[in-house]
């Protein structure tokens, strides 16, 4: 039977609670919130004055009420130390969501930690150290002098090398503004580290280093672009899903006024099924091409529209470039970037060649070109606002395919303009603000690779779970567990020794191929099985906390709680390593490497705040994000005028182009040469095996489920991660809904449960991402591209039969996903 | 069978106005929002009223028929799915209610005599009646509210309770 809360009434939220502004701390959307709390032996009433609606709440609410709450909206939380009511719910007024939440957003309450509701107990309380074979709790100042002890003696005996940090760059969750800048003050200040990799791919590095190395940042648009436009192009996501209300509040209502919707993707998304009954079958066009093809589909567009003169020439001749070739293809450009008429060169595919490359008629390859690029009968020009994420960035020759796809919105003008933009759709808000990387170099290192050599020997975790999110992970996790291993043995033999004679055992494990591991977290992570210390770290709203969301809308997401135990925000951690760093190293008499380490006296996330992007923002202040409330503004901040910051709307409407730093400000084209399969081990994978493993999202989940691990009306729908297949490969394995499977081929092994979803292409199967239950990169190779992006999307495996279903997955549903109205 | 398309201005514009749903048979007995109220006041759980949905006799096999309970302002249907499923009544063991409010916006949503899935047209959620009201797929934070159901000796079939917060209101019985 389905999960049920049982919960009959909630408290009401009393004409005086206190009201926080909140921003959804999970998808890049950043809906709108508002937190509301009250003290626990009060309570609000049914009549209008005695509620926070100003309603009669003993009558029945009509739809799109904002005088109702579910269940999963509220919570007891600590505030000030005291217990209180919390309530979380969509903001009606905020311009990004219109009042809708979505099932990740909407179960925030109810995903805080709570010891007197029971929610979220697996969140860390305290930091712990690995003593006597265990994790024992323990204070801050003995956790950080291990940490800064291992740390700097490490990097005395050897160099800043041979600390590799993992961390997250993004906004919302424990990111934000805050936190980028406290560890990277810390890792690119105090520290030069050049072996660091971020939160979802194997080094630190750029998702879209081509669109930015043609001028154009991935985020330039407004969101009310899609209700402004002609055509929406989306490729390679599913926004339905993992960018819902960006899709309900936007994208729908532009699909109402008319405009069409060209999906490129494999898979029949329920995005496209959703714009069919928004817009009419007649308006959506589905390309399913072959995974992995997108780049040969650009190019024919590309060169259609080229052919047919749909370009917008005056955009072309005034801002992009035009003398032939501009950048050289190298080590560090896997292409070469020009003009138009250079790119064309090597761009030039037919729509008979793109048919055959993709697998889909030239006929409707033909008829996408026409609704992105083909004038109006009146002669006016087509808008089209074109957006893409995992499908292309995840995916084949990620540089090269995702310039072929900023080409397209070039030549047909369709940057900085109403209705226009050409846009990474995003998985985290952003929130980035650090020192230079530039130290990092170009290509960056492939630390998962640098990790499996035995290099390196402190790993600094930052909120990110390798064993879940990693590719070519069974290995990975093979060798950091063995090498993490050897530390862990080396504390449990110098037992009952002096810290000094702990730290000496620890730095030889370390010198005999061993690592010492820090894992900063919110919860015991499965990359934390192999810590020697666990720092507690808070997250959004338990601290506060600013980002930008897809359109670039900067928003304060305040704090209403306290954060569970002692954990701390992220910044505030990353100054207490700094700290120790600086007073062990002085101990250590190395006292100019030790004054490196001065400059992190903050009391709070907002010290952090405005030592970073405080610093080269000085318009903006909590102070004045606060009053910008729900709605924020957008960056970048041109300045305060009448009482309000003043932002941008869309970038580029000047027709400059700058993300590149090229002073001509004219963006570049870029020669996008097809190649088939780029990353190594691809092609013969491919062949190799029956299915193509397609790694997908599912609206349910937030990221690898960190959180929805421990919620019960998520994981009773999917106890197992899902494994969706054609009902006829089923059969044809032998396998029933529920059916637990394994998947299998030379990277690995991962498990599910085989779904049936008659949608699917046959010999493909569609596994959610990041599943504690099933890790889809234990099976992904080790393929990068030139510039370390992982193409997590193409993986091939043979799947077999390991249970019957159990009693678990019997009983959920197994109906398809697609609407029947 | 009724219409996929249960979008019906009338059922629709109950939602937006408060009139009565009108598509198909209603229920019969039920209780007065004043008599609940009474009921609800200085309990810690809401106290159900016990309500007569309809006769046995009543209904066919995946033809869904208009309820509402705990009041008149609460929508439902009414289910014979013709296979016994968990929590299901009758001598069959396959008559079941859910609220029709959905969990997300409270639209109003239309069953699929197809695949016997409550679907709404606001934002394309989707439950499954044959799995306790699982939310098959959708943005609602929980599986659809179901009445808890009785059959007495003369086929009569009761609501006595739910088990999740019906959408638009803060207590099950107002
Ligand atoms: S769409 Fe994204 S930002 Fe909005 S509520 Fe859902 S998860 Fe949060
Ligand atoms: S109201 Fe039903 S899906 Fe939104």
């Known amino acids: 039977m389905a999960y049920k809360r049982q919960i009959d009434r909630l408290p009401i939220i009393p004409a005086d609670a206190d009201e926080f502004n909140v921003s959804c701390h999970y998808c890049i959307v950043g809906c709108g919130y508002k937190a509301y709390t009250w003290p626990m032996n009060k309570q609000g009433g049914t009549a209008p004055s005695e509620n926070k609606f100003g309603v009669d709440l003993s009558e029945q609410q009509f739809m799109e009420s904002e005088a109702w709450y579910a269940p999963s909206m509220y919570n007891i939380v600590k505030q000030n130390g005291r217990d209180v009511h919390l309530v979380v719910k969509p903001d009606a007024n905020c311009v990004v969501n219109s009042g809708l939440g979505s099932i990740r957003g909407a179960r925030m309450a109810e995903n805080r930690p709570s010891r007197v509701t029971g929610t979220q107990q697996q969140r860390l309380s305290d930091p712990m150290v690995w003593r006597n074979g265990v994790w024992q709790p323990t204070s801050w100042d003995d956790a950080l002098d291990l940490v800064a002890r291992v740390t700097a003696k490490v990097v005395m005996q050897g160099s800043e090398d041979d600390i590799v940090v993992s961390m997250f760059d993004h906004g919302g969750s424990a990111g934000g503004y805050e936190n980028t800048w406290g560890t990277g003050k810390l890792y690119f200040d105090s520290m030069k580290i050049k072996n660091c990799r971020i939160h979802n791919r194997p080094a630190y590095n750029s998702e879209v280093h081509s669109s930015r190395d043609m001028g154009v940042d991935e985020l330039n648009y407004a969101y009310e672009d899609y209700t402004l436009t002609d055509t929406i192009f989306m490729v390679g996501a599913n926004s339905m899903e993992t960018q819902t209300n960006l899709y309900l509040n936007h994208m729908v209502p532009g699909l109402q006024n008319g405009a069409k919707m060209i999906v490129v993707d494999p898979r029949r998304t329920l995005t496209i099924a959703s714009s069919e009954q928004y817009a009419g079958p007649e308006n959506v066009l589905h390309l399913a091409i072959k995974e992995g093809t997108d780049m040969a589909l650009f190019n024919a567009l590309m060169t259609h529209i080229v052919d047919q003169g749909w370009v917008d020439s005056d955009f072309i001749t005034k801002s992009t470039f035009q003398g032939g070739e501009a950048v050289e293809q190298d080590a560090a450009h896997p292409a070469g970037l020009g003009s138009l008429d250079y790119a064309m060169q090597t761009c030039r595919t037919s729509l008979d060649e793109a048919a055959e490359i993709c697998g889909v008629p030239a006929a409707d390859i033909r008829q996408a070109a026409e609704w992105i690029a083909q004038p109006h009968d009146d002669g006016s020009r087509r808008k089209c606002v074109t957006c893409y994420e995992k499908g292309i960035i995840w995916g084949n020759d990620n540089y090269r395919t995702i310039g072929a796809l900023v080409n397209i919105a070039l030549a047909t003008g369709n940057v900085g303009r109403e209705g226009g933009g050409v846009c990474r759709l995003g998985g985290h808000q952003e929130g980035y603000f650090r020192p230079s990387e530039a130290h990092v170099g170009r290509p960056a290192e492939y630390i998962d690779q640098f990790l499996i050599r035995g290099l390196g020997g402190v790993h600094h975790i930052w909120a990110c779970d390798h064993y879940k999110t990693t590719l070519n992970a069974s290995e990975f996790k093979r060798v950091h567990k063995r090498r993490s291993d050897m530390v862990k043995d080396a504390i449990d033999m110098a037992a009952g020794g002096t810290r000094e004679q702990v730290v000496d055992a620890i730095v030889s494990a370390i010198n005999a191929g061993g690592l010492f591991v820090v894992d900063v977290d919110i919860i015991h992570s499965q990359i934390g099985q192999n810590a020697h210390v666990i720092l507690p770290a808070c997250e959004s709203n338990e601290m506060n906390l600013t980002s930008m969301n897809g359109e670039r809308r900067l928003r304060l997401s305040e704090k209403y709680m306290d954060p569970f135990g002692n954990s701390k925000p992220d910044a505030l951690i990353a100054a207490g390593i700094a700290q120790h760093m600086e007073r062990v190293l002085r101990e250590m008499g190395e006292d100019a490497y030790a004054d490196q380490f001065k400059g992190y006296d903050w009391e709070t996330e907002e010290d952090a705040f405005m030592d970073g992007y405080g610093s080269a923002h000085t318009d903006v202040t909590y102070e004045r994000l606060r009053a910008a409330g729900n709605n924020g503004v957008q960056e970048p901040v041109l300045g305060y005028e009448d009482g309000q910051l003043v932002g941008t709307p869309r970038l580029y409407t000047d027709g400059v182009f700058t993300r590149h730093g090229r002073e001509d400000g004219k963006a570049l084209f870029c020669a996008a040469g097809w190649r088939g399969w780029q990353a190594p081990g691809k092609a013969r994978e491919q062949a190799a095996h029956r299915f193509w493993i397609n790694n997908v999202r599912a609206n349910i989940f937030w990221q690898n489920q960190f959180l929805d691990q421990d919620n019960d009306f998520v994981q009773d729908r999917y106890p197992h991660p899902f494994v969706e297949m054609h009902p006829d490969d089923m059969v044809d394995l032998g396998l029933n809904p529920g059916d637990l499977l394994e998947i299998i081929n030379d990277n690995g092994v991962t498990q599910g449960m085989a779904y049936p979803m008659p949608t699917l292409k046959q010999n493909t199967v569609a596994m959610v991402f990041g599943s504690p239950a099933g890790s889809q990169g234990n099976v992904v190779n080790p393929g990068v591209n030139e510039l370390v992006l992982p193409d997590y999307k193409h993986c091939w495996g043979d799947i077999r039969k390991i249970s019957d279903a159990t009693e678990q997955t019997r009983n959920i549903s197994f109906k398809s996903h697609e609407i029947m109205l | ?174």
């Not at chain 2, 009223?49 to 609460?74: F, I, K, Q, T």
């Not at chain 2, 197809?114 to 047209?121: A, E, F, M, R, Y």
């Open chain 2, 1 to 174: 069978m009724k219409c996929n398309r249960l979008v019906d201005a009338g059922r629709r514009q109950f939602l937006r106005g408060g009139m009565m749903a009108t598509a198909g048979a209603v229920a019969s007995t039920v209780m007065t929002p004043e008599q609940a109220k009474a009921q609800a006041q200085g309990l810690a759980r809401v106290d159900y009223p016990a309500n007569r949905l309809a006769n046995v006799a009543d209904l066919e096999v995946n033809e869904p028929l208009d309820v509402s309970y705990p009041d008149p302002d609460s929508p439902g249907v009414l289910l014979k799915l013709g296979q016994a499923v968990e929590g299901g009544v009758g001598p069959d063991g396959d008559i079941v209610a859910f609220s029709v409010l959905c969990p997300h916006k409270g639209w109003m949503m239309s069953y699929s005599a197809d695949d016997k899935t409550l679907n709404c047209p606001g934002h394309h959620s989707r439950f499954d009646c044959e799995s306790g009201g699982q939310q098959i797929w959708g943005h609602a934070t929980s599986n659809l509210a179901q009445f808890q159901l009785s059959v007495d000796d003369d086929g009569e079939i009761f609501a006595n309770g739910v088990d999740e917060l019906i959408y638009g209101r803060l207590s099950n019985v107002l």
